[in-house]
């Protein structure tokens, strides 16, 4: 393995659970579906490089939050910008780093676990974390603060394993992209909603338009 990279960056953030703790995760019933072996937040990290010819033993995801980088796997090379995610499959070759005028901050995190054929439509692949009106970014960046913050508080059962479902939860929220936004476009159109369920509870009467404006609080013709 070839390793090149700054002596830090500043602000950055990493977690590398101990072997014993990785080999409890992964005989627990619940953690061994899928946990955390390491994981971290690089801002702006300018010079990195990782090269692993070898491979690594573990899944790696890097989820590039600003700037530009670059992934080579399966001899391809993969560029990565903003909103825009990648996950390297254990035990394959690879290499990757930041772009040298427009450096990458990422969240990264290496994990393993029985359930991760679950994940395979996303494995290998650039992901677009495309942006909308129901993005929610902070959301999933809320749920990489809850990994990272329960195994910075210890490594006891409960931690892993609420941990383990949360990584779940991460991954999902990306391979899942639009049942995840979803949730957000329900306060939106909840005017339309509150008719349409109005109507509906309704057929058996005749009401009007000034009926169901009044039901939603609008005005006939804001309606």
Request: with cysteine; proline share 3%; aromatic share 14%.
């Amino acid at each position: 393995m070839t390793e090149k990279i700054a002596d830090g960056f500043k602000g950055e953030r990493a977690i590398i659970l101990p072997y014993n703790i990785r080999t409890y995760q992964a005989q627990n019933s619940v953690t061994k579906q899928m946990y955390v072996t390491h994981i971290g937040y690089y801002p702006k990290a300018k010079y990195h490089f990782r090269e692993r010819k070898q491979s690594a033993n573990q899944n790696i995801l890097i989820y590039c939050e600003e700037g530009k980088g670059w992934i080579i796997y399966n001899d391809e090379k993969f560029h990565l910008t903003r909103n825009q995610a990648f996950i390297l499959p254990a035990n394959e070759a690879h290499a990757y780093g930041a772009n040298n005028t427009d450096p990458w901050s990422i969240y990264w995190i290496h994990f393993l676990g029985e359930k991760v054929t679950a994940f395979s439509s996303i494995i290998g692949k650039i992901i677009d974390i495309y942006e909308s009106d129901s993005s929610r970014y902070e959301d999933r960046f809320l749920l990489f603060e809850e990994i990272f913050r329960n195994l910075e508080m210890g490594y006891s059962p409960e931690n892993l394993e609420y941990t383990g479902f949360c990584l779940m939860h991460f991954l999902a929220s990306i391979k899942y992209l639009s049942q995840f936004r979803r949730i957000k476009n329900v306060k939106e159109k909840d005017t339309i909603q509150k008719s349409i369920l109005y109507m509906k509870d309704n057929l058996e009467n005749k009401i009007t338009l000034e009926d169901i404006a009044q039901h939603v609080g609008y005005s006939p013709s804001h309606f």
